[in-house]
Each structure stands twice: as structure tokens, then as C-alpha cells.
């Protein structure tokens, strides 16, 4: 197997170093990260409370997942493993999100489409890390050296609470969207596309059809 | 008697195993599709998930941040006999899965689908899902934990007969392309097809033939067994891998299970069952000995029985 570029990124990122990020290139992170997700956009943005911290203090990389953790009775923080959750379902929030918490890296599952990077990541100079599997959960898990902070743990409940992780040699991600906002999948997706005709050769739309379907398997769904 | 408190420690200990140990039979499949997969970023993938595997073992933690929603599966010998009788045995197996989320730890995933309520402890209203069944002759009680992704890799359709097998085909491909893009569906995968049942039981027999067969299993009808290799080929062959990626690993294998249905259609389930297919089994026996393994064992004959009597027990009516 051909081996990939690999980089170690450190966060906070500059728009420099993250010129230097092609899509498909291996990268591990150092330094401070926020997990945020769907309960944290809506209040962030959607009901305007903002963020409860300064980029200083929650970084500027946001990852969409939530940790599988536990805190207990003394408030100890126990992080065992860690996976994104898929990013596509956030992406109305986007232009809100970037303007709240001056994020350029934003990490997750298996990215957004290509309009929304050109549209909402483009103009933030912010590059999207998609994890990688998914669910290399457990050498996520190892990568996080320290929580230095838990907010709205009450407002949203443990998984969709803004988790603040300082990791070291964190990963591994796979550069999907770069500061031009090509998209890798949609790279892979075009590659795939012209197989896949031949293979429904011989068959026949379904008896009954529903609404709101395409037979065209090209199209993607998110 | 079995006692409850037995149920409780091993259902415990499922969780636990089932969260971070990749079964054997799995790991072997995807070993497989590391061999032969030619795509660089799929195969850089597979490499990174089986570093993964070694990692949650050697760590002791989830392979997986998400937790999925864990759910029971508990099968009954028709002599056994649980210290509180069932109501108990749904509480100890409630009172597992609360304790585990906190001792893993596993992300508390399970909320209330309006109010998102989260109790973190992945219980709450019909969660777990825990499903009975039954076996003749043994007096011992069977666990088995599945900790399945929760969004992505189902999909349902009623098709017809004259839709036949080149339907079925179709169905599959569509359901495979449309969560295997970007990866969505978290393969490869081992993929449970439900065909027949009414709409409810499809969808339980094919989430059953992914979750609750181990990989190289067939199924007993060998027409439906040849049908299992060909769609095995056949999702491989999309030129799709891991995370979407081009490659060849899509499926690690396919089970099919099927129930009869309405005379007039076809129904069709499509489920796939993750790079961290998470499943432990234990049967507790009677004099309180517990046997851990990996195949729930769950599909027998008399599970698939076709008849309206189970032929030993006709033959004891008839003697």
C-alpha cells in the first residue's frame, strides 16, 4: 500500500500552516480542541447565547463528537474513548458557528459537500478533518492528555456538553476539505460514479416507488 | 435458580467486552479485506482501525466513542427458572447497562426523542430494547449484548414478487451506495438482509442476521446460503471501500434470514452492522457457571421452525 503524507499540525493553526494541507494528506493534532454538536450549535447560534469561553480558553478547532466519559462524585473526568459524529447536519449552522467561535479547523465525520466549504469555510480560511474508519475511538482516546474544562454540562447533558481537550499526537484525521474547499469524498465519490452503472444492469426500478427518491447514484444524500 | 445477582455481574461484564474487544470472527473478515484491498486510503483506513482494535484492548477502552444504543437480546431454556422471574431479570439487565455507562465508561447516547432528556446512563424509555426468546430443553439463560450504531446503514422497502431477485439486488445496492458514500456507514460491514415478515419483523430479522451471526456463517437453506455469497460479491464488487474511499471493502460478509409474509409481497430489510461490530454472549447456567463466547448462537432451528408443532414436543403429544 502507497503511504500517505503524514503531518503533525499544531493548534491553534495558522492559515499558513493549514495552506500546506492537501486533501488527502494524514494529520495529527497537538494542542487544544473543543467538541461542540448539535445541542452547542443551536444554543451558540440558533438561541444567540454565544460561547460560554474565549477562543483562548476552548481553542479554535472544533470537534464534532462527544466523548464517551464519565465525571465523578469529586468531579474527575474519566475520557475513555472518542469518535465524531456525522458533520452534514450542521452545516445550516455554519455561517453563525464561524462568526461565534472563530474556528478554522473543524473535525468530524465524513465532511460536508463541497458548496457549503466554498460557501461557509472559504471565507473563514477553515479546513475540515474528517476522523478516520470511523471510530478510531480508543487511539483517539489515548491521543487526550488533559481536560482542562467542561462548559454547559447541565444545560445539555454529558454527551452534547462543549468538552475542552488538550491532545498531543492526536489522531489519525484525513485532510478532506483544503483553504480552496475541494472536497476528498467528492474526489473519491467521482471516481466511483462510472462502475457503478453496470452494476443495477438487469434490473428494474422497484413495483411500488416513494416520494421524494432518485435513481440517480450519482447524486449524494446529505 | 439462577440468581439475579449472577444475571446482573455477567450482563456487566458483557457490556464491557462487547464495548472494547472485536470479535474473533470479525476480525478475521476485515483481516481478510486488509489483504486484498487495493485503494491506499481505503487500506490506510482498515490499517488504522485494527491499530484500533490493539489499543482498546491494551487500554481497556471502547473502541468506539459513540456507544451506539446497546440492546439485550436474551434467550430462555423452557426449564429455566431466575431468582424474581423476568420483571427482575429486565431490571438487572437495565441496572447493567446504567452501571457499565458509568464504568467503561461508554458515551451516554440515549435520549428522549423530543425533550432530548438524557438520564447518562443509556436507560431510559424502551431503552435497552430487550428481546426474548425461547429454546426447548435447557434449563440455562442466555445474554447477549449488541452495541449498534444508531443512525446510519438501515433502510426498509416493500417489494412485490414480480420485483424478484433481481429487486432484491437492487434494494441492496441502493441501500449499500447510499449510506457507503463518505462512509456513513461505518464499513466494512457485516450486512443482515430481513426478507418476508411483516414490516416490524423484517426489519427485526435483518438487524438480527447482521448483529447475531458471526462472519462465515450461512444460512441453513442453501439457495439462501448461495444467495448470501452472491450478494457478499456483489456489494465488493461497488468499487466502493472503507469511509467511501475507492476500494473493495465493503462487506466483511452478508446473512440473510427470511419469515413468511404476506402472499402478496415481498418486504426487505437492509442493515449493516459496523467496523466495530460489538457483540458478547454469555450463557448462565443453572448451577450458576457462566460461559462467555462471541456467537450469540441465536438463529436454531427451532428459531426457524416452519411448522405448527416443534417435532420433539409432537412427538411426546403423540406417544
Redesign the interface.
Given at each position: 500500500?502507497?503511504k500517505?503524507n503524514t503531518v503533525r499540525l499544531r493548534l491553534p493553526a495558522s492559515t499558513a500552516d493549514l495552506a500546506a494541507l492537501e486533501i488527502?494528506t494524514?494529520v495529527y493534532l497537538d494542542g487544544r480542541l473543543f467538541t461542540a454538536r448539535e445541542?452547542v450549535y443551536k444554543r451558540a447560534v440558533e438561541d444567540g447565547f454565544g460561547l460560554p469561553a474565549s477562543p483562548d480558553e476552548l481553542g479554535r478547532a472544533n470537534f464534532h463528537?462527544?466523548?464517551?466519559?464519565?465525571i465523578g462524585a469529586d468531579g474527575s473526568m474519566?475520557v475513555?474513548?472518542?469518535?465524531?459524529?456525522?458533520s452534514f447536519r450542521f452545516a445550516k449552522y455554519l455561517d453563525g458557528w464561524f462568526e461565534v467561535s472563530h474556528c478554522n479547523v473543524i473535525i468530524g465525520?465524513?465532511?460536508m459537500t463541497s458548496e457549503v466549504y466554498r460557501r461557509s469555510f472559504v471565507p473563514n480560511s477553515a479546513i475540515y478533518l474528517?476522523t478516520?474508519?470511523?471510530?478510531?475511538?480508543?487511539?483517539?482516546?489515548?491521543g487526550i492528555k488533559r481536560v482542562p474544562g467542561v462548559y454547559w454540562r447541565e444545560e445539555l447533558?454529558?454527551?452534547?456538553a462543549i468538552w475542552v481537550l488538550d491532545v498531543e499526537n492526536f489522531g489519525?484525521f484525513?485532510v478532506e476539505s483544503d483553504l480552496a474547499g475541494n472536497s476528498l469524498?467528492e474526489r473519491?465519490?467521482a471516481?466511483?460514479a462510472p462502475?457503478?452503472e453496470k452494476?443495477?444492469a438487469?434490473?428494474?426500478?422497484?413495483?411500488?416507488r416513494?416520494f421524494g427518491e432518485t435513481d440517480d447514484?450519482t447524486d449524494?444524500?446529505? | 435458580m439462577i440468581l439475579l445477582s449472577t444475571l446482573q455481574q455477567t450482563a456487566e461484564k458483557l457490556m464491557a467486552t462487547a464495548a472494547i474487544e472485536i470479535p474473533e470472527d470479525y476480525l478475521g473478515g476485515l483481516r481478510q479485506c486488509a489483504d486484498t484491498e487495493k485503494g491506499d486510503l481505503s487500506a490506510f483506513v482498515i490499517k488504522a482501525m485494527l491499530d484500533n482494535y490493539e489499543a482498546a484492548k491494551e487500554d481497556r477502552r471502547a473502541m468506539c466513542g459513540d456507544t451506539g444504543c446497546p440492546r439485550w437480546y436474551v434467550k430462555i431454556g423452557n426449564d429455566a427458572q431466575v431468582e424474581g422471574g423476568p420483571v427482575a431479570l429486565e431490571a438487572a439487565l437495565r441496572r447493567a447497562t446504567a452501571n457499565a455507562t458509568a464504568d467503561v465508561p461508554l458515551r451516554p447516547n440515549r435520549v428522549h426523542p423530543l425533550w432530548r432528556t438524557d438520564h447518562n446512563n443509556n436507560v431510559g424509555i424502551g431503552a435497552p430494547e430487550i428481546e426474548y426468546a425461547f429454546h426447548p430443553d435447557a434449563d440455562w439463560i442466555e445474554l447477549t449484548t449488541v452495541h449498534k450504531g444508531g443512525l446510519f446503514g438501515s433502510d426498509y422497502r416493500m417489494l412485490f414478487p414480480a420485483d424478484g431477485i433481481e429487486g432484491i439486488k437492487r434494494f441492496y445496492l441502493d441501500t449499500l451506495i447510499a449510506f457507503g458514500k463518505r462512509g456513513l456507514a461505518c464499513q466494512p460491514a457485516i450486512v443482515g438482509v430481513g426478507l418476508g415478515g411483516s414490516k416490524d419483523i423484517c426489519m427485526v430479522l435483518g438487524k438480527q442476521a447482521a448483529c447475531l451471526r458471526v462472519v462465515g456463517s450461512r444460512n441453513p437453506d442453501p439457495k439462501i446460503a448461495a444467495l448470501e455469497n452472491e450478494l457478499k460479491e456483489l456489494g465488493n464488487s461497488i468499487g466502493m471501500g472503507a469511509m467511501g474511499f475507492m476500494g473493495s471493502s465493503m462487506v466483511v460478509d452478508c446473512h440473510i434470514e427470511v419469515g413468511y409474509c404476506h402472499t402478496g409481497g415481498m418486504p426487505m430489510s437492509v442493515h449493516m452492522f459496523c467496523l466495530s461490530s460489538r457483540r458478547a454472549c454469555a450463557r448462565v447456567h443453572a448451577d450458576g457457571r457462566v460461559s462467555f463466547r462471541t456467537d450469540p448462537m441465536w438463529f436454531t432451528d427451532y428459531l426457524r421452525r416452519e411448522g405448527v408443532e416443534w417435532p420433539e414436543q409432537a412427538a411426546e403429544a403423540a406417544e
Open positions: 500500500m502507497t500517505l488527502g494524514v445541542g463528537c462527544s466523548p464517551a466519559a464519565s474519566t475513555g474513548a472518542v469518535t465524531a459524529t456525522a465525520k465524513a465532511g474528517t478516520v474508519g470511523y471510530g478510531t475511538g480508543a487511539l483517539l482516546g489515548r447533558g454529558l454527551a452534547q489519525p484525513l469524498f473519491e465519490n471516481k466511483i462502475s457503478i452494476l443495477y438487469g434490473t428494474h426500478p422497484a413495483t411500488l416513494r447514484k449524494e444524500l446529505i | -
